[in-house]
């Protein structure tokens, strides 16, 4: 049985890198900063923790929108582009020690999306707590022109491909899981 819950970590909209962290290592940070907040006073659980973050071709890390007007400007850089998503997971056995830290990357291309469809798009307010501003299977829904390489799972913020080998291995899945 798994349960969702909110970490005591305040995730940053606008996180920076240190040093030089690349952005790969800071979403492995930022997901092992929430796990371990959800430890703080120790577990006899697994505790399960992810954070993603968009890369855009700039190179600048692009967290989730603080406003309406920032969502727009990263949404519009997106278009008729391609752009980096990369989801850090941490998972703590119950204890807490690490049992698995990884960062999954996936490729994220834009084709022609009309002004009316951002303006609409932000005037909804499903950009916020978004990384990048969106949700790939939303706005594919929706019509968007979005193609993905690599795991469309790393870009809605679970890599699935590489995080059910790792479930199955701890036996917190089963095989028909994978």
């Not at 690349?22 to 954070?51: F, T």
């Not at 890390?61 to 949404?75: D, F, K, Q, W, Y």
Request: charged residues 20%.
């Amino acid at each position: 049985m798994f349960d969702q819950l909110s970490p005591g970590f305040d995730d940053p909209p606008e996180p920076e890198r240190v040093g030089g962290e690349s952005a790969e290592g800071l979403a492995a940070r930022l997901a092992m900063a929430k796990a371990e907040s959800m430890n703080e006073h120790g577990s006899d659980h697994w505790i399960l923790a992810s954070d993603t973050l968009c890369v855009g071709c700039g190179g600048e890390v692009l967290g989730t929108p603080v406003s309406r007007e920032r969502a727009g400007a990263m949404l519009r850089g997106f278009v008729g582009a391609e752009h980096r998503v990369m989801t850090g997971v941490a998972l703590l056995e119950p204890g807490g020690g690490v049992r698995a830290g990884f960062t999954d990357v996936s490729m994220v291309r834009w084709g022609a999306v009309s002004e009316g469809e951002i303006e609409a798009y932000l005037d909804s307010g499903q950009w916020s707590d978004k990384a990048g501003g969106y949700n790939l299977f939303d706005r594919q829904a929706a019509g968007w022109a979005i193609e993905v390489e690599g795991d469309p799972g790393t870009v809605v913020g679970l890599p699935m491909r590489r995080l059910l080998p790792v479930l199955a291995a701890c036996g917190l899945v089963g095989e028909r899981c994978g």
